[in-house]
């Protein structure tokens, strides 16, 4: 059984899909033992509802350093899910090849500081793009830049609005994401 740990700062909608690929064995033989959240946010419900263990670290500083402390030494995986904070050097460091993260776009493009969210949908639209997509990939302390376990694109529609372009995303989001998590978990780096 690997143990997953998944680190949320909203809405949680790609845990509640990891909830649930686990729930069936879409994800096999694995339990999710935390919850952990920079801050007060829906995701800490879901998991409660789930009877997931949660905790919240707030932002700031010193979070990478207490993570550390907190994490569960069985831990296989750590699994960024709309995660906002940034997890320091030292951190990454002694987890090689164990924490991943989705994007909301086709990395190299429209990553980096401040590309979260609706601001990448945004700034994709204002690109005039062809398409865009989702992207799972490994964290390093250098925002966006690990290196990609799994990506895939979808097109962008005449005058796609940034809601048709989110619902796109997540549907997309909703398929690499078990996909990319059961690769990392049976075939490490
Ligand atoms: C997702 O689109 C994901 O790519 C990004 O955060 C967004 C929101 O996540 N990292 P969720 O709705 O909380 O799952």
């Known amino acids: 059984m690997k143990n997953?740990?998944?680190?949320?700062?909203?809405?949680?909608t790609n845990l509640q899909r990891i909830i649930n690929c686990v729930d069936?064995?879409?994800?096999?033989?694995?339990?999710?033992?935390?919850?952990?959240?920079d801050r007060e946010c829906f995701g800490l419900e879901r998991a409660k509802k789930h009877g997931i263990?949660?905790?919240?670290?707030?932002?700031?500083?010193t979070f990478s350093e207490e993570?550390?402390?907190?994490?569960?030494?069985?831990?296989d995986l750590?699994?960024?899910?709309?995660f906002l904070s940034i997890l320091n050097k030292e951190f990454c460091e002694s987890f090689p090849g164990k924490i991943?993260?989705?994007?909301?776009?086709?990395?190299?493009?429209?990553?980096?500081k401040g590309m979260w969210g609706h601001h990448v949908h945004e700034a994709v639209l204002a690109a005039a793009e062809k398409e865009s997509g989702a992207t799972v990939h490994y964290v390093t302390s250098s925002i966006d830049e690990g290196e990609?376990?799994?990506q895939k694109s979808f097109e962008i529609s005449e005058g796609e609005s940034l809601e048709s372009l989110q619902k796109k995303n997540y549907e997309t989001e909703f398929e690499i994401f078990p996909k990319a998590i059961n690769k990392v978990l049976n075939f490490p780096l």
């Open 4 to 12: 997953i740990v998944v680190l949320v700062s909203g809405s949680g």
């Open 24 to 37: 069936t064995g879409e994800i096999p033989d694995a339990n999710i033992s935390k919850v952990i959240a």
């Open 53 to 61: 263990p949660t905790q919240v670290i707030p932002r700031g500083k």
């Open 67 to 75: 993570l550390k402390e907190i994490l569960p030494e069985n831990t």
């Open 78 to 82: 750590i699994i960024l899910a709309g």
């Open 100 to 112: 991943i993260n989705i994007h909301p776009a086709l990395l190299p493009k429209f990553g980096g």
């Open 148 to 150: 990609i376990i799994l």
